[in-house]
């Protein structure tokens, strides 16, 4: 008889690998909306929210730093993978505008926000810091060069629009990032140079502002007690 390969190891081991790259997923995920929610919660509410041990997250990340460090260094990567994806973008404020719309879909500067000044950075965290710097200033100064972007505006000022449009939230989801959008668009209008008015180029590809307007009393929901509901 033909001997039979015993393969059962190698299954098991992708196997251990799959449910570890899950809990790993879990975990990021649920560290995100804790400490998102509140900066000094422990880690044990993340391992409560993720649905794994204590042992399973310390395998992973030894501290909370650690942790913290993951999720900003992964928000960072984030920028420098959508800003590198614009880069072949003929229309310089197209490049612009798309590259700030998933930033802020992708909500990275909420991590910023609420996380800076929480763990110390390392050196690979300073290396893409500066790449990510880099490819800003190369996307803004296209904009200037093509008289899209008005020369008052800096390279910091973009951090400054990106920190208001994490600061818009409402408890839902694609609500939030509906009023995100609009605001980042009236943001964009303001700081327009004239060429974009003169070619007819807006961020969206239409001059309405994008998404229903606020309703009154909308933005109110975070100044309700626990339980409360209506309007402010």
């Given at each position: 008889?033909?001997?039979?390969?015993?393969?059962?190891?190698?299954?098991?081991?992708?196997?251990?690998?799959?449910?570890?790259?899950?809990?790993?997923?879990?975990?990021?995920?649920?560290?995100?909306?804790?400490?998102?929610?509140?900066?000094?919660?422990?880690?044990?509410?993340?391992?409560?929210?993720?649905?794994?041990?204590?042992?399973?997250?310390?395998?992973?990340?030894?501290?909370?730093?650690?942790?913290?460090?993951?999720?900003?260094?992964?928000?960072?990567?984030?920028?420098?993978?959508?800003?590198?994806?614009?880069?072949a973008e003929p229309d310089a404020?197209?490049?612009?505008?798309?590259?700030?719309?998933?930033?802020?879909?992708?909500?990275?500067?909420?991590?910023?926000?609420?996380?800076?000044?929480?763990?110390?950075?390392?050196?690979?965290?300073?290396?893409?810091?500066?790449?990510?710097?880099?490819?800003?200033?190369?996307?803004?100064?296209?904009?200037?060069?093509?008289?899209?972007?008005?020369?008052?505006?800096?390279?910091?000022?973009?951090?400054?629009?990106?920190?208001?449009?994490?600061?818009?939230?409402?408890?839902?989801?694609?609500?939030?990032?509906?009023?995100?959008?609009?605001?980042?668009?009236?943001?964009?209008?303001?700081?327009?140079?004239?060429?974009?008015?003169?070619?007819?180029?807006?961020?969206?590809?239409?001059?309405?502002?994008?998404?229903?307007?606020?309703?009154?009393?909308?933005l109110n929901w975070r100044w309700?007690?626990?339980?409360?509901s209506g309007r402010v």
């Amino acid at each position: 008889m033909p001997k039979q390969t015993d393969d059962s190891g190698s299954a098991g081991l992708a196997g251990r690998r799959g449910r570890a790259a899950r809990n790993d997923a879990a975990i990021l995920d649920a560290a995100r909306e804790v400490f998102l929610a509140d900066p000094k919660a422990p880690v044990a509410a993340v391992a409560e929210r993720a649905g794994v041990g204590m042992s399973a997250l310390y395998r992973r990340y030894p501290g909370k730093e650690d942790l913290l460090r993951r999720l900003c260094h992964d928000g960072l990567r984030r920028w420098i993978e959508e800003a590198e994806a614009v880069e072949a973008e003929p229309d310089a404020w197209k490049a612009l505008v798309v590259f700030l719309e998933r930033i802020v879909d992708a909500d990275v500067h909420s991590l910023t926000v609420h996380l800076a000044g929480t763990f110390t950075p390392t050196e690979e965290m300073g290396r893409d810091a500066r790449r990510a710097a880099e490819l800003m200033g190369r996307l803004v100064e296209r904009a200037y060069a093509a008289g899209l972007l008005r020369r008052d505006l800096v390279v910091d000022d973009i951090g400054l629009v990106l920190e208001g449009c994490a600061a818009v939230r409402v408890p839902d989801a694609e609500r939030t990032r509906e009023l995100r959008r609009r605001f980042l668009a009236m943001v964009l209008a303001g700081v327009a140079g004239a060429g974009v008015a003169g070619a007819g180029v807006t961020g969206t590809g239409a001059d309405a502002l994008p998404g229903p307007a606020p309703e009154p009393g909308e933005l109110n929901w975070r100044w309700r007690r626990p339980g409360q509901s209506g309007r402010v």
